[in-house]
Structures are given as C-alpha cells and as structure tokens.
C-alpha cells in the first residue's frame, strides 16, 4: 500500500527549513528517502531502520517513529540544491528493497 | 567510473511494437529492478531480480517481460500487451542487502505514437 507523504509541494526561501512526512497504514520495516530532480535519476538520501539504526548522508536528518507508522525527514538552512522532489518509500517485512512502495513525492521549490 | 548505465535515453514507438531498454551495471549489485515512474505517481515496482536467471513480478508487471542472463545486465521489453506504454523507466540495483539503498540509472522515456 502507497505511503501518504505531505505537503505535497513546498515554496522556500533559501535558508528556511522544511519538513516532509511519509505515513503508511502498516506497520513499518524501513523507511527509504530519495531526492529526484527534474530529468535526473533519484539519488539515495537515507534509511532509517526498525530499532533505530540509519544510514545516510551527514547533512540530512530524519526521524522515524515505529509506533505511529511514519518518517520525517527534515532539511535545515535549506539551499538552492535542494530543490526537487522528494521520495519516501516503505518497507514492511524487511526485505529491503525488494518490498519497498514509494509515495507519490513531494515537491520542494527553494528560491534565492 | 561505477554505475548504472540505461539505453536509449529517449525512444519513439508505433503502437503494437515491442521494444527493449537496456540496463548494464558494473557496481557488482546483485540485486536489479526496473521501476515506471509517471507524473504525479512516484516510482512502481515492475520487476526484480536478485540473482542470475531468477526474477520476480513487481506491482505492475503486466505488459512487461524481463530476462537476466548476466549479472551486469538486466533488460526490460515493453511488450505491445501493455496498455499505457509511454512512462519514463528507471532501472536500479542493490547490494542485495536488508539495507536496499538502490542506485538508480539516468532513466529511459518511452514514447509510443
């Protein structure tokens, strides 16, 4: 079943900060982050697994809470490259990519 | 340089006509997938394959055939079953791991006239 992510597209100023959330109605092995821009292949940003453990680059942070079902994945000082869509996908039986359903994606404009 | 390298870019169609993207990586991943991506829809799933000779049906097979003959390689073939062909196509790999980060190529965009 499709992630629900939210907003659905976002305007910043650069240096603003943002917020993308990614809920799922199942319980939740992994959450997946990707950022595509426009033409371009999505390119991995982070995971972040049941238990606790993540892995991604230093510079984005994201938080996963098991009990509710649902990730956020936060960008601080946002920077013109930055902008893109924004991808989370699930995974709920730990089969890592295999199994993994992405949201629809969320549109971030960041403007100087 | 590592990646995932995806033929053609762009490819035109007649209606009825099969067509073949190619997928070639020298990452090593053992894992492959090819993904369709439309506006506004994300990335679905249309096959995977997690070792040589052996693959899966993703979310939205239908139409599709795929084979996976070498490890680098993993081809998709846009069969005239399917429906609603022109997408663009993403193909990915994967270590294989529980992790799953997938590194994806620079995308195909089918056309079909």
């Known amino acids: 079943q499709q992630p629900v992510q939210s907003p659905q597209a976002v305007i910043l100023r650069e240096g603003e900060d943002a917020v993308i959330n990614c809920s799922s109605s199942k319980a939740l092995y992994s959450v997946h982050w990707y950022r595509q821009k426009h033409g371009e292949a999505p390119v991995f940003l982070m995971i972040l697994l049941k238990g606790g453990e993540q892995k991604g680059h230093d510079k984005i942070s994201a938080s996963f809470n098991e009990k509710k079902q649902q990730s956020s994945l936060y960008l601080t000082a946002s920077q013109l490259s930055y902008s893109g869509t924004y991808f989370c996908g699930t995974d709920h039986s730990g089969g890592g990519a295999d199994g993994l359903t992405f949201g629809k994606g969320t549109h971030l404009i960041i403007q100087p | ?113």
């Open chain 2, 1 to 113: 340089d590592g990646g995932i390298t995806q033929s053609p870019k762009y490819l035109f169609r007649k209606e009825g006509q099969n067509v073949t993207l190619s997928c070639e990586q020298n990452l090593n991943h053992d894992a492959m997938y090819w993904y369709r991506q439309d506006p506004g829809q994300g990335l679905r799933l249309i096959y995977y394959s997690q070792i040589v000779n052996d693959f899966q049906k993703g979310d939205i097979a239908e139409g599709y055939s795929v084979s996976r003959e070498k490890k680098e390689s993993f081809p998709l073939t846009v069969t005239s079953a399917q429906k609603n062909p022109t997408a663009f196509y993403l193909c990915a790999s994967s270590m294989g791991d529980r992790t799953g980060e997938l590194f994806f190529g620079e995308g195909s965009r089918l056309t079909v006239l």
